[in-house]
Each structure stands twice: as C-alpha cells, then as structure tokens.
C-alpha cells in the first residue's frame, strides 16, 4: 500500500475490506497493528488503498453545537469517565432493538471492540481505557446489522469513526456514529508491560476478572486514578500523576506515531455525536462542576441531535459557545507532541523494568525540552 507507516492509524479499513482476505493486521516492533498484505494471494484491485481515510481525506463537516452534560444517575456517572453520557446514548440503541460497538477488555484484559445487544453488558464499554482497541471485524458486523436494518451505534476514536465510515461506502440512516476528544492511543504492549511490572511490584497476579479502571474517580474527576485489582485482595490506585503508565500516556512517550499528526483534529467531525471530559467546566459553568465528572457532548448533525434530544430528559444540560468549551481542551484541536524520549521509551520498556524506563525517559524529556528553550531564546536575542 502507498501509505507511509507513520500515518496509518491501524483503523481496519484495508483488513476489512479486502475481498481475498489477503490483509493481516500485524505488531510492529512497538506492539501497533498496521496491515500486512499477502502479495501471494493479492490481485492489486485497490479497494485497500481507495478507501483508506489516510490516503483519502474525508469531506470537512459541519461545526457541531456544543453542551455541557451530566448523566443524572449518580452510580452510572461515576462508573463513568465524564458525565456518564455514552450509557444514555447506548441504552436508547439497544432499548430500540439496536446493537452497541465500544472498546472493552478481553479475558486477558488486552482492549479490543466487541458488539452487545443487552443494557446488562453495557459495564464491559463504559469507562476510557487508554490503550489502542483492536478492531478486529467490528467493521463486517456491523455492516450486517445495518444491512439487516438494525441500529446500531458505533462508538471509538475519531480515527476509528473515520476507518468505518470508509469502509461502509454509503450513508446508513440506522447508523449512529460516536467518537472522542482524544489523546492518543499507547499501543497493548507497553500496557501488558506495566500490567507484569505492577504484578512484581504488588508480588501477586493482576486479577483478570476485575476491569481495571483508567478512571478511578474515587480520588476525584479531575484528579483520577488508574486502579488494577489483584487476585490476593490486594489493589494498586494511583492519581494520573503518580502512575506510571498514565505518565508515559501523559508525556507522549508511547502514542501511536499516526497520533503525533492526527488527521482528526478540529472540530468540524465525521461523527453525530462526540464525547470528551469538560476539563475547564468549573470557570464557564461553574454550577456544573461537582469534581463527579461532566462531559462535553458536541452534536454534529441532525441524527445526533436528535437522538440527543430524545436523551435529554436524563440529563443535565447547558448549551454552550463551542470554541469556549474547548478552551481547555487542546486535544480537540491539535495533535500531542512527539516527545523527544519516545524512541528511548520505547527502546527501555523491552530493556528495562517500567519505572526506569520512565525514569530515564521523562527526565531525559525534560533536560532535552529546557534545552530547546533555551536555545530557542538565544537564537530570538541574537
Ligand atoms: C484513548 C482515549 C483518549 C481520550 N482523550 C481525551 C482527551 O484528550 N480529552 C477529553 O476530553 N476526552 C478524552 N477521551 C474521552 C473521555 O475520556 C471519555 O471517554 C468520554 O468523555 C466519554 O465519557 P462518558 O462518561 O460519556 O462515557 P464512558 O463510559 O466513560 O465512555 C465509554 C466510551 O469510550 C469508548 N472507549 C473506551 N476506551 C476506548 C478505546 N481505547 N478506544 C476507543 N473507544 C474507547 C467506549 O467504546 C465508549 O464509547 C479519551 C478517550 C479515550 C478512549
């Protein structure tokens, strides 16, 4: 394919449209899928590189509107990263006969996208898990439910989004598309390293059985923790600062390279609806802030918003200015910085044990940034 590796963003689309099935999705060095094509089996149709979302940049879309929301059941929204928005909006589908596509951990707490049909599993998607979701054939499966007239709602990274929609081809009314503000994804390796890192630190095996929460908000919203349960009893929860998975995710040590030149940014979208924390909620909508969680929920076309209006009654609302709400966001709009430790990151985490990794990493960032400062400064005085 003529796509340069850095801005393959591992969507699927290629794999799952590939009528000889020729197109492996396969780890790189660093632990990202990116398609691997089998030239034995390949008759050079094109179709991979026809509806690749990179190589083919979607028509811009509408700038969405803006709210400020919080779901008004407590236990959901603290189970919730934010507001607790994406249960409203996954319980209207499947209480509508519809289906429900999210990222969830498998058996071997590995993040993959799975289909549910039952409220009950709705547990198995809520909460951000901050590792890239493997598509899998998500893509196929949902084709056939639409094809067969079914709702579905497809929830995931604007990336994601974008790989489905190229893959479907056409408009679906029975379509629900809902993504993310996001970061940046950190690939499943460096997250089963830190997982066999917290097991030798705790002496015990991480409990699989128990979903390990991103977003503990038990130590607050806006000062989360990552908690992992053990198969002793035993629990490890530290704030985002502290972790040290959070802080190589944080830092931009370990993001998917297509994740330093996003090509999702902005916020005209390809969604109906997209989903982010209202960081900054506490100076424009200061009665909206409990430190509970409170999502941002920007509606960019007439099937999200009316499917919003239809959830509206569950929620708090407050619709806002769109470029004020993401203020605080920079994630919205532009792509995180490829750190200058990363290479070593990267290089460390299969070398060394996960904190020195990190050690050596962010202090090496931080030296190298200043530096750059202030090299920047002299060449500005001189
Ligand atoms: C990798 C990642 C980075 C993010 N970065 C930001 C950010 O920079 N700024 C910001 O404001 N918000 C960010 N978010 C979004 C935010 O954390 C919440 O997910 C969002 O506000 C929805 O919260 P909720 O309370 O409505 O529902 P929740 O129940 O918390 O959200 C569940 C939703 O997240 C999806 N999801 C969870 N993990 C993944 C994954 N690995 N890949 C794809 N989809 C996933 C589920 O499918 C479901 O749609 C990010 C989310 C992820 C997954």
Known sequence: MKIEKEKCTGCHACYSICPKHCIEMQADNDGFLYPKIDRTIC????RCENICPALNKPAPQKIGQAYACINKNDEVRMQSSS???????????????GAVFGAAFDENLSVRHIMIESVNDLGKLRGSKYVQSSIGNSYKEAKNL?????????????????????????????????????????????????????????SAAVDQRT????????????????????????????T???????????????????????????????????????????NIVPEMF?????????????????????ISPQMIIKEVDTQQAL????????????????????YLIN????????????????????????????????
């Open 43 to 46: 008759i050079n149709c094109g």
């Open 83 to 97: 507001g607790g928005v994406f249960t409203l909006i996954a319980e209207y589908v499947i209480n509508n006969g």
């Open 146 to 202: 639409l094809e067969c007239g079914r709702i579905v709602l497809f929830s995931g990274t604007p990336c994601q989004i974008s790989g489905l929609l190229s893959y479907l081809g056409k408009e679906y009314s029975n379509l629900i598309t809902q993504d993310l503000i996001c970061h940046g994804v950190p690939p499943a390796s460096v997250w089963h390293k830190y997982l066999d890192w917290l097991a030798s630190v705790y």
């Open 211 to 238: 979903a390990p929460s991103f977003r503990d908000k038990s130590t607050g919203w806006k000062s989360y923790s990552l908690s992992v349960s053990f198969t002793d009893g035993k629990k490890s929860a530290k």
């Open 240 to 282: 985002f600062s502290e972790d040290l998975f959070m802080r190589a995710f944080l830092n931009d040590l370990d993001l998917r390279p297509s994740c330093y030149c996003c090509p999702s940014k902005g916020i005209q979208r390809q969604s109906d609806i997209t989903l982010a924390d209202f960081w900054g909620i506490e």
């Open 290 to 310: 409990d430190n509970k969680g409170t999502s941002l929920v920007i509606v960019n076309s007439d099937k999200g918003k009316q499917l919003f209006d239809t």
């Open 327 to 346: 203020i605080y966001n920079p994630a919205a709009y532009k792509s995180s910085v490829l750190s200058p430790a990363r290479e070593r990151f990267m």
């Open 351 to 382: 070398e060394a044990d996960f904190e020195k990794a990190i050690r050596k990493s962010i202090n090496n960032s931080i030296i190298k940034r200043t530096l750059r400062k202030i090299k920047r400064i002299i060449e500005r005085v001189y």
